[in-house]
């Protein structure tokens, strides 16, 4: 049985340090990208799970002295994905929903844990695969509308990784 890739049209990387001004940098990077590859219309969605993603890394998912690498490849069939690798244990988990306090006597659950959540929300799909040491947090956008599926923009061929990591 012959499993059908797609093949990867652009992708970029960037690693960041364990630092809270880092999901604001993730965040530009991710829009950069986006700009470059003509998918401004996704860009709501996917910086705000590139925000919460980051976010989860750094509380969650980085030990200290180490960072996490923010990924972004779009294949030829028109699907984005995002990956956010580190290198901690454990394993994400949507939290079980709880009412919201009706007064401020009551006791809510803050206002944490609602990341995945919104990742599952807005996201296609989204997922944890393993890695040594740690994991990559991933989720994927269908690029419905332009260029989707035929292109990455009028530089991928030529640059669409530059100064970012592969191309």
Not at 41 to 66: I, K, Q
Request: proline share 6%.
């Amino acid at each position: 049985m012959q499993k059908e890739m797609q093949e990867q049209l652009c992708a970029r990387t960037a690693f960041y340090r364990r630092e809270h001004r880092s999901v604001p940098r993730a965040r530009q990077f991710a829009r950069t990208a986006l700009a470059d590859w003509d998918l401004d219309h996704l860009a709501d969605d996917v910086l705000l799970c590139v925000s919460e993603l980051a976010t989860n890394a750094l509380l969650h998912g980085v030990p200290p002295g180490r960072g996490y690498r923010l990924c972004l490849s779009l294949d030829e069939s028109g699907l984005l994905r995002v990956e956010v690798h580190d290198s901690g244990a454990g394993e994400p988990r949507l939290p079980v929903p709880v009412p919201v306090p009706l007064c401020e006597d009551d006791e809510g659950e803050g206002e944490s844990g609602r990341g995945l959540l919104l990742v599952s929300a807005l996201a296609d799909a989204w997922g944890v695969d393993e890695r040594v040491p740690g994991k990559i947090v991933w989720c994927t956008f269908r690029c419905y509308g332009k260029k989707s599926g035929s292109d990455c923009g009028s530089d991928c061929g030529r640059n669409c990784g530059a100064g970012y990591g592969k191309p």
